[in-house]
C-alpha cells in the first residue's frame, strides 16, 4: 500500500514563496506529480519527477529524494489564482502504474 | 476543453438506483483510469482499463463495475446506490510512456438522495 502525506492547508502572501511539501511511503516508486484542483474543476497536471533533484518550469518548481520518501512543490512571485488545491500523487508499479494521489494541501494566496 | 469527455455532467438519483457514468480518453491514448473524489476522503483511485482490458483495481466497491470498449470509451457503473456514494467522479487517460501525467476529465457529480 501507500501513504501520501501533505498539509491540508497553507495561506501565503500573494508575490511570495510558498512550498507544499509531500513524504510518501511505496513500495514500487515510478514517478511523483504534483497537481493543481480549484474547487469543483478537475485536477490538472503541474509537474513530474521520476529522479532525484529539482524540475523547474516557469513560476513552479518540483523537487524529488527518492531515498527520503520526500518531495516539495514551490511555487514563486505567487498570484491570487494560484489559490486551489495541489494535490501529490505517486506512481507505483506495485498497483498497475495507478496514480495514488494524497488529499490535497489547500492553498489560500491574499 | 482537457480532451477527455465524461457525460453526463451532473446526475441526481435516489438511493438503490444504478447509473451509468460514460468517458470519452483522449485521441490516442489507451488507457482509462476512474477516480472518486468526495470532500474528506480526497482522489480514490478505482480501476484502470488498457486498450480495453482491467490493468489494475483500486478501492472499487463489488457495487461498482467498469469495462472499456473497443472505441476506447469507458463506462463506470454504480449499483444500489448510498447517500455515501455522492460525489465526484473523475475519468483520466494517459499515452502509454512513463513522463506524463494523466489528463482529466471534468467530472460527473452524483447526488444520492
Known amino acids: 500500500g501507500q501513504n501520501i502525506d501533505q498539509p491540508t492547508e497553507m495561506t501565503a502572501t500573494e508575490g511570495a514563496i510558498v512550498q507544499i511539501n509531500c513524504t510518501y511511503q511505496t513500495s514500487g516508486f515510478n514517478g511523483l506529480f504534483w497537481y493543481q484542483q480549484h474547487a469543483g474543476e478537475a485536477p490538472t497536471f503541474l509537474s513530474y519527477?521520476?529522479?532525484?533533484g529539482l524540475e523547474e518550469k516557469g513560476r513552479f518548481s518540483s523537487f524529488l529524494s527518492r531515498s527520503k520518501g520526500y518531495s516539495y512543490l514551490l511555487l514563486k512571485e505567487l498570484q491570487m489564482k494560484d489559490s486551489a488545491s495541489y494535490l501529490c500523487a505517486v506512481r507505483d508499479r506495485d498497483s498497475g502504474y495507478a496514480l495514488n494521489f494524497g488529499k490535497g494541501t489547500s492553498l489560500l494566496v491574499t | 476543453d482537457s480532451g477527455v469527455t465524461q457525460t453526463p455532467k451532473h446526475l441526481i438519483t435516489a438511493t438503490g438506483q444504478r447509473v451509468t457514468l460514460r468517458c470519452s480518453p483522449r485521441s490516442g491514448d489507451l488507457s482509462v483510469y476512474w477516480y472518486q473524489q468526495s470532500l474528506d476522503q480526497g482522489l480514490q483511485f478505482l480501476i484502470q482499463?488498457?486498450?480495453?482490458?482491467?490493468?489494475a483495481k483500486g478501492n472499487i466497491l463489488e457495487r461498482f463495475s467498469a469495462q472499456q470498449f473497443p472505441d476506447l470509451h469507458s463506462e463506470l457503473n454504480l449499483s444500489s446506490l448510498e447517500l455515501g456514494d455522492s460525489a465526484l467522479y473523475f475519468c483520466a487517460s494517459s499515452v502509454a510512456g512513463p513522463n506524463y501525467g494523466y489528463t482529466f476529465g471534468s467530472g460527473t457529480r452524483l447526488t444520492v438522495v
Open positions: 519527477n521520476v529522479l532525484d
Open positions: 482499463y488498457y486498450n480495453g482490458e482491467e490493468r
